[in-house]
């Protein structure tokens, strides 16, 4: 089941493993989506969405809980009584959980995922004043249960549609309900409340809101804490912010969520007040810091007022959260120094750092048994659960054994992934070719598109001198297109148009071919990274907050190709930036850019392979039944590129140049491989979890190994049988 689009929920995942791994007691809320991430097809050349039925065989892993099955309200009004504010007349859906048990490795620990679908109440649209619609009711039951129906299936795109703010709201009222339940019965075994004060809630509850999707959680626990637990307004603040912490996990504007005050109001009516009261009263103390700046008070509004009226949630989560963190360091600057630095300004000391991770288990053990057992050999077994041990294959590098047991692991895996190719796209493959990958969500920050220049500017170079001595490739790109966006489907169509022309021209024979990768995703990602020998990691810099597929690309066994980006950065800093090919602007060189304006023509006019590649694009020469096809792709690079393609392209095209001359010697190639494996420790999701549980939640990690069932647990037993 893929229930989440790229990077953010497959970090959710890794998280949840390390958790049960470091004995932590957390659980992971989220929606059980009957349709997750579509399948892709592809049909001619283009992208083909299919619904992904993923329950129709049953889940023999998932539990169905009704016992907890929880109300959850929307639409109505809120009434003001002597009492407080009373958010009446609303409509009812249920929410039924249903849990997946999360082991830990080897410690005999299990954690719970709770995921929450939408059931209609049995009177759903029958206690109102429906004289025989009862047929009709019944039917109209779907409408609410169509809640948690779809996955949408956008990935850093913001889409303010009804369906999703219901979404949001439904997981994180039902699991607010579900921790304050848990907190109110506290004594072991016992279900009635037992604890009616909320005092020691934030020490005894963390909530990490991943991105701003739960954001509504701020509000909602508010809401709890004033108009259902009575409390006074600044005690219930208190405690709210000292609950939550946040984690933004992408700058791009479009990304961020910004819902419209109308559909809130008309949805969650009292959601909406108790948002203006936050903001008030953070505005209030705005201005008593800057008396008279408006502007500051405009920038740092919950509310934005220019057109329709909009709440930013990412300002939300900042005010009512006791932590905010990146996702690698550079993107975590990026958010203090620039997107948030109003915020920043003001409380510094909230803004922090947690660099993504991988879990070993999954990316390593499971996903390459061979090369997994290797470093078992040279290194014990220890480093599965403290991945800093990898250093100590530095003693091996000059290892002639190590060295060509390492290359014949990942020609093993090569030659496994060059089968299941010629099975499922019907080419014959190189294994002797490096395996050059690039899978990811398409996107325009993500650069698909430079790689995809290279390849015609490699085929131009074969066509050009045919006698020349040539390293073979196979470049490989994978990824889905969010449905509505149109650039994203083009690239692929210009992928697979590129790999038809490439990969039937008898000149170019098993020298270099492009493979599009259909329906990229996790159990794929098994299969491919492992045989992956150059990882492209190639958005523009400050676009890709951290990645986490360039960190799985480097445990097993590939070199990166790749941009001063999200957590490229960090891994050039532990692996060397000599044993990765780095190429392209920085940050700043992409500001002063931005400053001057971009020129596309420039690169264009000074770069005659470019041309030649553009022009042949233009003219239809891999679309000649449409020539125009790549009008809107083409016009888009000379036009508006935000992520400035062509600025790269000839750093881009030398840095690829090195990647070929270094192959040609299997000896260094393999040492340098050796070099990022040892330095890829620090990006195990081990790691990031222990640093949000000291600097975030103020949790200890325990390494008590919880014996088996059938083993006693303490002395009892052998009393007994004395």
Not at 498 to 523: A, Q
Request: aromatic share 10%; net charge neutral; with cysteine.
């Amino acid at each position: 089941a893929g229930l989440g689009n790229g990077g953010l929920g497959r970090l959710a995942a890794c998280f949840l493993d390390s958790l049960a791994t470091l004995g932590l007691a957390a659980y992971g809320y989220g929606i059980r989506y009957e349709y997750g991430i579509f399948n892709q097809k592809i049909k001619d050349g283009w992208q083909v969405e299919e619904a992904d039925d993923w329950l129709r065989h049953g889940n023999p892993w998932e539990k169905a809980r009704p016992e907890y099955m929880l109300p959850v309200h929307f639409y109505g009004r809120v009434e003001n009584t002597k009492s407080g504010a009373k958010w009446v007349d609303t409509q009812v859906v249920l929410a039924m959980p249903y849990d997946t048990p999360v082991p830990g490795y080897m410690n005999n620990t299990v954690n719970t995922m709770r995921l929450w679908s939408a059931k209609a109440p049995n009177d759903f649209n029958l206690k109102d004043f429906n004289v025989g619609g009862y047929i009709q009711a019944v039917l109209d039951r779907n409408l609410a249960e169509n809640i948690s129906r779809v996955l949408y299936p956008n990935d850093n795109f913001f889409e303010g549609k009804e369906l999703r703010l219901k979404q949001e709201y439904f997981v994180v009222a039902a699991t607010l309900q579900d921790i304050i339940r848990r907190f109110k019965a506290s004594k072991f075994g016992s279900a009635e409340a037992v604890r009616s004060s909320f005092d020691l809630f934030p020490d005894k509850a963390a909530i990490q809101l991943n991105d701003t999707h739960p954001s509504l959680a701020i509000p909602e626990l508010m809401r709890i804490l004033v108009d259902i637990e009575k409390l006074p307004w600044d005690k219930a603040w208190n405690i709210t912010k000292r609950t939550f912490a946040y984690t933004n996990h992408t700058v791009l504007p479009e990304a961020l969520e910004r819902w419209p005050v109308h559909l809130v109001e008309k949805l969650l009516p009292r959601h909406l007040q108790i948002i203006y009261e936050i903001n008030q009263k953070h505005l209030d103390s705005i201005a008593a810091k800057f008396p008279g700046n408006m502007d500051k008070m405009r920038q740092m509004s919950l509310i934005e007022e220019e057109g329709v009226k909009r709440i930013n949630m990412a300002h939300l989560c900042i005010v009512g959260s006791r932590a905010v963190n990146g996702v690698a360091k550079i993107h975590s600057d990026i958010v203090k120094n620039k997107v948030f630095k109003n915020f920043s300004e003001l409380e510094p000391e909230k803004f922090q750092n947690k660099t993504n991770g991988i879990t070993p288990r999954r990316w390593l053990l499971l996903c390459n048994p061979g090369l997994a057992e290797l470093i078992a050999e040279k290194i014990g077994e220890e480093y599965v659960k403290d991945l800093g041990r990898l250093q100590k294959l530095m003693k091996f590098v000059d290892n002639e054994t190590f060295i060509r047991e390492v290359a014949k692991v990942k020609q093993e895996n090569k030659l496994k992934f060059a089968q299941y190719l010629e099975r499922q796209c019907k080419v014959n493959i190189n294994v002797e070719s490096i395996f050059d990958v690039q899978v990811k969500r398409i996107h325009e920050y993500k650069r698909q598109l430079l790689n995809c220049l290279h390849v015609i500017l490699l085929y131009n170079r074969i066509k050009k001198n045919p006698k020349a001595d040539f390293v073979p490739r196979t470049v490989i790109i994978g990824g889905k297109a969010a449905p509505g966006y149109h650039m994203a489907k083009a690239i692929i169509k210009l992928i697979t148009s590129v790999g038809d022309v490439v990969n039937n021209d008898p000149v170019v024979g098993n020298k270099l071919k492009l493979i599009f990768l259909e329906n990229y995703r996790v159990s794929l990602a098994e299969k491919v990274i492992p045989a992956t020998d150059l990882s492209e990691q190639i958005s523009t810099a400050g676009t890709e907050a951290s990645g986490t597929g360039n960190m799985k690309f480097m445990l097993n066994g590939a070199l990166t190709i790749g941009t001063m980006d999200g957590a490229n950065v960090e891994m050039a800093e532990e692996a060397g930036e000599e044993n990765l090919f780095i190429f392209g602007m920085r940050v700043k060189d992409v500001e002063e850019m931005d400053e001057v304006g971009y020129k596309a023509e420039e690169y264009y006019e000074k770069l005659p392979e470019l041309k030649q590649v553009i022009d042949q694009i233009r003219s239809g020469f891999f679309s000649p039944k449409q020539p125009d096809l790549f009008k809107d792709v083409t016009d888009m690079l000379f036009k508006h590129d935000r992520f400035k393609v062509f600025a790269d392209f000839e750093e881009y095209v030398k840095a690829q140049e090195r990647v070929s001359k270094l192959y040609k010697d299997g000896v260094e190639w393999t040492k340098t491989v050796i070099k990022n494996i040892a330095a890829a420790g620090k990006f195990s999701s081990d790691r990031t979890i222990k640093e949000y549980a000291k600097d975030i939640w103020d949790v200890e990690p325990s390494d008590l190994k919880i014996p088996p069932p059938n083993q006693p647990r303490d002395g009892t037993d052998e009393k007994a049988k004395a």
